[in-house]
């Protein structure tokens, strides 16, 4: 016979339900003081949202083929590093691309792990089991201060066991969010080799901006093989109006946690998807 | 503000929420450490900040609806751990239940304790949960929580034997292995 002891076994647990008040045991000016002292806001605000947002999916198969994306805005060259290591560098291109964006050091190997079927998310020395915390709607945040920019960037994670995803998304100042990422699991790779993610949200004065996000499971495969490995399964925002997707649906996208992501930190407004 | 725009603007890194949600749910927090700890104030503000510095490095993964929820558990929790850091622990009614031991390879797919405890007081009836909860999970004595339901000490001894006796069932019946 085992030994279980009730109160440990119940750290386990999160009340929901019932929420028990009782008589308050500290002072709200003392705690807040604490807290606040210690507590180091966002050295600037992130970017508005974008007044329009449009899918462009076959923009984004060129754009992750080369890995280079557009926006009119004139900028020096910067070099920004992620939380993951990751370091996106981008600078003034000319002509007809307002900036060329290279993305180095990619290494989402440790970062979200499968383990016993368990999905641990591991980060600036922490390490956390989201395997509860996620699924194919809903994503696990991790949001930091990003020390080269001063903006709050974020790593997001989604999906179950069999296809499971992390972005690594970061705020380019005079042109948007850019994320590079990595799928695995069963259905999240390609002959044993995890597929992998680009999203860009690119802000353009006269247009609004443009949103693709692209799930690519053989990083080999031509252009048009990328087109199909979009289209398993249901129809995904990734190829037409979101607007458009039955509701019922877009629940089933291979992309709905990182949407749900996006819509929840401002970064896009699903009102104005068209 | 609504709690979901209050999660919206902690999830952005707005300190102008992290306040709000210390006015807001401080004496929740407290409440929770306080009836765990007793009488010791300084541990019981100490633990309180630390539940929102906690809440604000954990901002990411807080759910619409479930803030307090979130809040409450890692109160309890924090008091939990300083309560036996030092030696110390609530006197529960039957604190302890005896289950049989199953290998590995007997024990079914899901063995999280989280999953296993949701689903033993999910088949608890509503009253009997909830005093289950007030005594196993916040620490209220059976005798206050009895006189808060309004049910005599002697029914809420049944309904908590009745609620060790389903946890026991799902656990053993699951596999349960620490």
Known sequence: MKEINISRLMDNYTD????????????????????????????????????????????A?????????????????????????????????????????????????????????????????????????????????????????GYENYVIAGGTADQYAVVDMVYLE???????????????AYNGINGRINVTVEELENNGGNLSIVFTRDPGAPYHEHLNAWQEGAPCPTLQPYKEIPEQWRDECEDAWLLEALFRLDILDPELIF | MTEQELLKALQKGDTAALEELIRRYTAYVSSIIRRILGGRTEDCEELTSEVFLVAWNSRGKLQEGKIK????????????????????????????????????????????????????????????????????????????????????????????CRGREKLKDILEKEGYTE
């Open chain 1, 16 to 59: 929901n339900e019932f929420n028990l008040e009782g008589e308050a045991g500290a002072d709200t000016e003392k705690v807040l003081k604490t807290v606040m002292e210690q507590v180091k806001p966002a050295k600037k605000t992130k970017v508005k949202p974008l007044s329009k947002v449009m899918i462009a999916a076959a923009a």
């Open chain 1, 61 to 149: 198969a060129a754009l992750a083929m080369t890995g280079t994306v557009v926006a009119k805005a004139q900028f020096p060259k910067h070099t920004i590093t992620s939380a993951t290591g990751t370091v996106f560098e981008y600078e003034q291109h000319g002509g007809a691309y307002g900036y060329e964006l290279n993305v180095k050091n990619e290494d989402y190997s440790d970062l979200l792990t499968l383990e016993d079927g368990r999905l641990y998310f591991s980060i600036e020395n922490t390490r956390i089991d989201i395997t509860d915390l996620i699924d194919r709607q809903t994503p696990y945040i991790y949001s930091y201060v990003n020390e080269d920019t």
């Open chain 1, 174 to 188: 005079g042109a948007g969010w850019t994320g590079a990422g990595e799928m695995g699991g069963e259905n999240g």
């Open chain 2, 69 to 160: 929820g979130f809040l409450g558990s890692v109160a309890r929790n924090k008091a939990f751990v300083r309560l036996r850091g030092l030696h110390e622990d609530l006197p529960l009614e039957e604190g302890v239940i005896f289950i049989e031991e199953r290998s590995v390879e007997e024990a079914a797919e899901h063995t999280d304790a989280a999953i296993l405890l949701e689903k033993a007081l999910s088949q608890l009836e509503k009253p009997h949960r909830e005093l289950f909860v007030r005594h196993y999970y916040y620490g209220q004595t059976v005798k206050e929580a009895a006189e808060e339901m309004q049910i005599n000490l002697s029914t809420a001894k049944a309904w908590l």
